[in-house]
């Protein structure tokens, strides 16, 4: 046994014990548990890059796999949480959310994340997907006393576990046509399936495409996620919008493309129809918005449809175009939640999107950094988030799903109009106060990386494209 494969796990396990002792006995003033998880997470990343293997090596009896795909996706991953903690470290201290358990539980669920992405098993990825999503639950009720928090917690822990359910019930139906738990071993038996077993094997598909549409909060199992983007505290919110989407990537690839590849014209049915609802719903509804949580939510919906039509093309380069896009989203929702948590003070948040106006007198740089973001989330050049849209375009066309290009492009448009609506507000009306936008020398290198980096890699996208084909 190699202990390298999966020395990022142990570090990340043994930074969050750490700092729950030290939250415990440290002086609250000290921020132990900030430091020492944000520390964890650089282990972690240079753990991952120093012991990146040429080749997948399989690990616990062929449970757990590391391989370019995981590598890559935890790489990620561990950027976007430390952006997120970066980003609410001083919300949470003002807020009084309890320091200790926020920082502890994000890097719990961070540790389920890097399991759910290495899994080559379906035990593995079962035990990886419950420990991404527990925490969070926890994370969500962490204001105590606030009825709104408890409820967000209460509705997206009923309708998770569901969720996990119906994906389990369909784990169980593969089990049971295939005889293996193991990812590669069940689609060797798929492929060599019978006609009488197809059936059973489709009505698995169904169940395990519920849970990974609810895993990204995809339409039609999307009702939980504009709720809990709003009920959250705003830090919890920026946690849940970007590391846990790239572990549902994650899983779908191990699940779809790993497992059942002989299934693909079935689950690409399914994904087109699941793509189409979420853009349409998506867009539609977010333009009648006027809570900004709310809006970014429905946003986030429309953006996962847009995502899907890659995994739906069936292709390396739909693969490949589809990480590009989870990836470009992931940096814009950092980015735009992080701008949230960044206004918010003591006592105060802005919800509405009323509280933006004249937003480039009090703070001309974040508004700035809010008109790059909202550009590249409605797909303007030269921003990342046009990039990711042409490399989805592209993929669809070469499979000649012309028509689905077309209609995400009918839809990109709607959306243009809920995102320009923000630029309008932030630059064109009157402020409601005068009082500049105060915030540390943290949060500006972090809100400035974060949106440089949506510029940067939407005018020198190579690299990443490059990454991204290079994995399928």
Same mark, same amino acid.
């Given at each position: 046994m190699?202990?390298?494969s ?18 415990v006995f440290?002086?609250k003033?000290?921020?132990a ?23 997948? %090596? ?12 995981a590598?890559?996706?935890? %790489? ?11 980003y609410?470290?001083?919300y949470?201290?003002e ?9 502890v539980? !994000?890097?719990l ?14 035990i593995?990825?079962?035990l !990886? ?13 962490l204001?105590r006393?606030?009825?709104?928090c408890?409820?967000?917690? &209460?509705?997206?822990?009923v ?19 295939t ?18 077993e ?17 895993k990204?909060?995809?339409a039609p199992?999307?009702l939980?996620?504009?709720d809990?983007?709003?009920g959250?505290?705003s ?9 846990p ?11 779809l493309?790993?497992a ?14 699941? =793509? ?10 977010a ?6 949580k ?6 986030s919906?429309?953006?996962?449809g847009?995502?899907?039509?890659g995994? =739906? ?5 739909g693969?490949?175009?589809? &990480? ?7 940096l ?6 992080? &701008? ?9 948040e ?6 933006f106006?004249?937003?480039n007198?009090?703070?001309p ?5 809010w008109l790059?973001?909202m550009?590249?989330?409605a ?6 988030g ?5 490399g ?11 028509w ?14 809920y995102?320009?609506?923000?630029v ?18 943290e949060?500006?290198?972090a809100i400035?990386?974060?949106g440089?980096?949506v510029? %940067?890699?939407?005018?020198?996208? !190579? ?8 994995l399928?």
């Amino acid at each position: 046994m190699d202990i390298t494969s999966f020395l990022p796990e142990i570090i990340l396990l043994a930074g969050a014990c750490i700092a729950l002792m030290a939250d415990v006995f440290a002086p609250k003033k000290t921020e132990a548990a900030y430091f020492i998880c944000q520390f964890a997470l650089i282990l972690a990343t240079t753990a991952s890059f120093y012991f990146e293997p040429n080749q997948a %090596i399989y690990q616990f009896n062929h449970t757990f796999v590391l391989d370019s795909l995981a590598v890559s996706l935890k %790489i990620f991953c561990y950027l976007a949480v430390f952006l997120s903690f970066m980003y609410s470290r001083r919300y949470v201290r003002e807020q009084k959310i309890p320091q200790g358990e926020y920082y502890v539980l !994000g890097l719990l669920s961070t540790l389920g994340i890097l399991v759910l992405v290495s899994a080559a098993n379906f035990i593995t990825l079962y035990l !990886g997907l419950e420990l991404l999503s527990l925490p969070i639950y926890a994370m969500v009720a962490l204001e105590r006393d606030n009825p709104r928090c408890l409820e967000a917690a &209460m509705k997206y822990f009923v309708l998770g576990s569901l969720a996990s359910g119906l994906l389990l019930y369909g784990l169980s139906l593969l089990f049971g046509v295939t005889a293996s738990l193991d990812l590669h071993v069940v689609a060797q038996a798929i492929a060599a399936h019978s006609a009488s077993e197809l059936p059973l094997l489709v009505l698995a598909l169904v169940f395990i495409l519920a849970g990974i549409a609810f895993k990204f909060g995809a339409a039609p199992f999307h009702l939980w996620v504009p709720d809990v983007y709003e009920g959250a505290p705003s830090s919890v919110t920026l946690f849940i919008s970007a590391a846990p989407k790239l572990a549902a990537f994650g899983m779908t690839i191990r699940l779809l493309v790993d497992a059942m590849p002989s299934l693909n014209v079935q689950w690409q049915e399914v994904l087109i129809v699941f =793509a189409i609802l979420s853009m349409a719903i998506g867009n539609i509804v977010a333009i009648a918005q006027s809570n900004i949580k709310r809006m970014l939510a429905y946003s986030s919906i429309a953006h996962i449809g847009y995502m899907l039509l890659g995994l =739906a093309c069936g292709t390396p380069n739909g693969y490949a175009a589809a &990480m590009f896009y989870i990836v470009s989203y992931s940096l814009m929702s950092l980015a735009a939640f992080g &701008m949230l948590v960044l206004m918010s003070k003591e006592g105060y948040e802005p919800e509405a999107i009323t509280d933006f106006a004249g937003l480039n007198s009090r703070n001309p740089w974040l508004a700035f950094m809010w008109l790059l973001i909202m550009f590249s989330m409605a797909g303007i050049p030269p921003l990342v988030g046009f990039i990711a849209k042409v490399g989805l375009l592209e993929a669809l066309i070469q499979v000649h799903l012309t028509w689905l290009a077309v209609l995400a492009i009918l839809f990109a448009i709607i959306g243009a109009y809920y995102y320009l609506r923000i630029v309008k507000v932030i630059y064109f009306e009157e402020p409601k106060e005068i009082a500049p936008v105060a915030y540390t020398r943290e949060e500006t290198a972090a809100i400035t990386v974060n949106g440089l980096l949506v510029l %940067i890699l939407g005018i020198f996208p !190579g690299t990443l494209f490059v990454l991204c084909h290079s994995l399928f």
